[in-house]
């Protein structure tokens, strides 16, 4: 039996799932079996058309041919974290602002089928494996394609950060990012970390509005443990939160620590475009 084609929309972006439709249909047309699972929304009536079907993830998950992501990064990311026991590719139409992580816009979209037919080139993403440690014990776990971010909930929060058993930095501040080197185009860069190209493996740990003026980005290989302690909280409030999800609460000496996963993320690209080229287009001021 002919493995599906799972379109992955998000319907809040993909307003009446037009382009999720239009999707099912090239493909359907072209011989293609499709399933329809949206990343959000999947019960909210008000969002899927009565004339769509959906398929269970668990149905997939393990047995798509190719998954098509339509939304924006996020969406992308949070498809990611889903399946991330698998390395069945994953394709991108970009909904969203930016998209540094989507291959295709919206008006590209019959380029699906050469994706269907296997021609495209897979970018092998590095993952992280994040712990949360209090008084010894682990009690979060997580894995993440884009970040770890923890940061203070309105405060400024003292941290730690080593790499393996040797200091990187201590300040006080907002807090610290341990990106990926595809979150490196994400809120690492924003907090003014360095632009990493998507397939290399490296840490990128970028403080957040340090009081400290000797703050610096690093850029460290995959082979270390980070590990970032939250000291001194007392009364203030800070979070870990991967990939962008609803943060974990942090108590005073907690350690968060990330490590390169044995898991990787299979995205695919096509066409000729390369990554400088789409990253210059990207960040460009306009002014619509």
């Not at 190719?66 to 939304?71: A, D, R």
């Not at 939250?230 to 609803?246: F, I, N, P």
């Amino acid at each position: 039996m002919a493995k599906p084609i799972v379109l992955c929309p998000n319907p809040y972006r993909d307003c009446g799932l037009e382009l999720t439709k239009k999707a099912r249909d090239i493909l359907l047309v072209n011989g293609y079996k499709v399933a329809i699972c949206p990343v959000f929304g999947a019960h909210d009536a008000s969002v899927i058309p009565g004339d769509v079907e959906l398929t269970a993830w668990s149905a997939v998950a393990d047995r798509a041919a190719l998954f098509i992501i339509i939304g924006g990064d996020g969406t992308i990311l949070h498809t990611a974290r889903y399946l991330n026991h698998t390395e069945i590719p994953m394709l991108g139409v970009n909904l969203g602002t930016k998209g540094f992580m989507a291959s295709l816009e919206p008006e590209d979209l019959e380029l699906i089928l050469d994706a269907a037919a296997g021609n495209y080139s897979s970018s092998l993403r590095m993952m992280i494996d994040v712990e949360l440690i209090r008084n010894g014990e682990v009690i979060y776990k997580d894995v993440g394609l884009n970040d770890a971010v923890i940061h203070g909930m309105g405060d400024c929060i003292k941290l730690t950060a080593w790499c393996d058993d040797e200091r990187i930095m201590s300040y006080s501040g907002d807090g610290i990012i341990v990106s990926t080197p595809t979150g490196s185009t994400g809120y690492s860069m924003s907090a003014g970390g360095p632009i990493v190209e998507p397939e290399a493996k490296n840490f990128i740990i970028s403080p957040i509005c340090a009081h400290y003026i000797g703050s610096r980005s690093f850029v460290l290989s995959p082979y270390h443990t980070i590990a970032v302690k939250a000291e001194k909280l007392h009364d203030r409030r800070a979070y870990v939160s991967v990939d962008g999800t609803d943060g974990f609460e942090l108590a005073n000496e907690d350690i968060v620590v990330v490590r390169n996963s044995a898991r990787i993320a299979n995205l695919i690209y096509l066409g000729e475009r390369s990554f400088y080229d789409s990253t210059f287009d990207k960040l460009q001021y306009r002014v619509d």
